[in-house]
Each structure stands twice: as C-alpha cells, then as structure tokens.
T-cell receptor, first 115, second 111 residues
Framework: DTGVSQNPRHKITKRGQNVTFRCDPISEHNRLYWYRQTLGQGPEFLTYFQNEAQLEKSRLLSDRFSAERPKGSFSTLEIQRTEQGDSAMYLC?????????????FGPGTRLTVL | TQLLEQSPQFLSIQEGENLTVYCNSSSVFSSLQWYRQEPGEGPVLLVTVVTGGEVKKLKRLTFQFGDARKDSSLHITAAQPGDTGLYLCAGYMEYGNKLVFGAGTILRVKS
C-alpha cells in the first residue's frame, strides 16, 4: 500500500497524559500536513512541513502541541498534558508541492479520546 | 465564520434522485478540491478544479468552478446508496499554502 499511513488509528488516554501520533506520507511527497477534525466540522489546518522544515503553524496549535519531521520522511505530532477539548480526529496529508494546485492525499486519521 | 460555506448541511434522498451541493465564499481561491469522507476514515480526493468556469465530470458526478473562482458545485445524477458520505470542499486561497475546508455536506441515499 503506497498511501499515507497513520498510527495508531485510535488512542484513548486520561486527561493530563502525553500522546504521540505518527504519520508516514507517500514516499515521493515532500510536503506533509497535520489537521484536526471535530464532529460536524471540516478538517482544520494545524501545521505543515516542506521536507524537514516546519513552515507554518496555526494559532490553533498551542504550546502543548509539537510536531517534528526529523529526516523529511515520517512525522510525529505530540500533545502534552492532554485536555478533554483535544478529543478529535487527527489527520495527516501529503503532497508533492510541485504543482501549483498541490493536491493533498489524506491518511485514515488517528481518533483521540481524552477521558 | 467559515471561509467556505457549504449547503445544504444535510441531505437525505431516495436512490435515483439528483442532487447538488454548493460551496460558496466571498474570497477568491486559486484552486478548489472536493473530497468524500466515510465515518472514521480520512477524506478521499475526488477532483481538483483550477480554472474559473471549469467543469469536470467523474462518472455520475459533475463539478463546476465558478467564473470568479469564489464558488463551486457538485452535482450527482441518479444517486446510489454507495454515494452516502460526507462531502467536503476545500481550497487554496491565492498565495496560500494550506487548504481551507468547508464544514461539509452529509449525504444519505436511501434504497
């Protein structure tokens, strides 16, 4: 399977715990995006990488959130001291970034539930 | 307020009926993408439109980008139960690097 993969698919945690999600993009894609989606809403942009450089972060991304893409391949999104409001679907997408309309392809998402 | 407004929010129709979903904005977009999302899964890209006035067809689905690149529509002919899902429009604003999404239209096609 050469699509975007995300792990884990589901995560249940207690408030105050730290969680980390992983995204493996399509292999030739140099751009990687993170989004958050809550029930009844479309995905909201969190951050994106061009290779290993984090080029833009949303104001939604509080200081409890950090994302890395150390070698320009897979990426991790960490949430520290989780809160119930962090419960959502976290989506990763990748693109080549070489075409001006830059089509993004999404992974299956990680569903986070904070108790 | 959403930069991209989708309507209707929810649509329940019988198999065989036609429907149109709208995606509107007061801003200009350099391109617009339509996605379909199943519960518990990520969005799947259906089409990208980039030129004002462009029309693209994908089997029974017809996508149109407005002349001013501020709006788009998705028309489904003879809907089938397999078309059930959440339809999302998303676009890049001019000079932007991130996709802006609408809130989506939930379509339910009953057999």
């Amino acid at each position: 399977d050469t699509g975007v993969s995300q792990n884990p698919r589901h995560k249940i945690t207690k408030r105050g715990q730290n969680v980390t999600f992983r995204c493996d993009p399509i292999s030739e894609h140099n751009r990687l995006y993170w989004y958050r989606q809550t029930l009844g809403q479309g995905p909201e942009f969190l951050t994106y990488f061009q290779n290993e450089a984090q080029l833009e972060k949303s104001r939604l991304l509080s200081d409890r959130f950090s994302a890395e893409r150390p070698k320009g391949s897979f990426s991790t999104l960490e949430i520290q001291r989780t809160e119930q409001g962090d419960s959502a679907m976290y989506l990763c997408a990748s693109s080549t970034g070489t075409v001006y309309y830059n089509e993004q392809f999404f992974g299956p998402g990680t569903r986070l539930t904070v108790l | 307020t959403q930069l991209l407004e989708q309507s209707p929010q929810f649509l329940s129709i019988q198999e065989g009926e036609n429907l149109t979903v709208y995606c509107n904005s007061s801003s200009v977009f350099s391109s617009l993408q339509w996605y379909r999302q199943e519960p518990g899964e990520g969005p799947v890209l259906l089409v990208t439109v980039v030129t004002g006035g462009e029309v693209k067809k994908l089997k029974r689905l017809t996508f149109q980008f407005g002349d001013a690149r501020k709006d788009s529509s998705l028309h489904i002919t003879a809907a089938q139960p397999g078309d059930t899902g959440l339809y999302l429009c998303a676009g890049y604003m001019e000079y932007g690097n991130k996709l802006v999404f609408g809130a989506g239209t939930i379509l339910r096609v009953k057999s």
